[in-house]
């Protein structure tokens, strides 16, 4: 009997550890924000960061971000239009 009652007081105790853990892994407060300044190239279909990685928009309040950034380079058109994919390199 004592083996049993051990054997489910281990149980319980990794099942709380378990849901607490895993709670607190899900509860962090996540804040994904867009930064205009990473963008190098801006199009109507997404952007291209000046690391050279393709992104889509997230949202349409990103486009509007950025197309009010200072220097933006915005082309209202997709990007497969050019045959460059819409990455133009300076030389």
Same mark, same amino acid.
């Given at each position: 009997m *004592?083996?049993? $009652?051990? &054997?489910t007081? #281990?149980?319980?105790?990794?099942?709380?550890?378990?849901?607490? =853990?895993? *709670?607190?892994v $899900?509860? &962090?407060?996540? #804040?994904?924000?867009?930064?205009?300044g990473?963008?190098?190239? =801006?199009y109507?279909?997404?952007?291209?960061?000046?690391?050279?990685?393709?992104?889509?928009?997230?949202?349409?309040?990103?486009?509007?971000v950025?197309?009010?950034?200072?220097?933006?380079?915005?082309n209202?058109?997709?990007?497969t239009?050019?045959?460059?994919q819409?990455?133009?390199?300076?030389?």
């Amino acid at each position: 009997m *004592t083996k049993t $009652f051990k &054997a489910t007081a #281990v149980a319980i105790t990794l099942a709380a550890a378990t849901a607490f =853990g895993a *709670t607190a892994v $899900f509860a &962090a407060d996540t #804040v994904v924000t867009f930064d205009p300044g990473t963008v190098k190239y =801006g199009y109507s279909d997404g952007y291209w960061t000046k690391t050279h990685e393709w992104h889509n928009w997230e949202k349409p309040e990103h486009v509007e971000v950025y197309r009010k950034t200072p220097d933006a380079r915005y082309n209202d058109w997709v990007h497969t239009r050019d045959s460059n994919q819409g990455w133009i390199e300076v030389k």
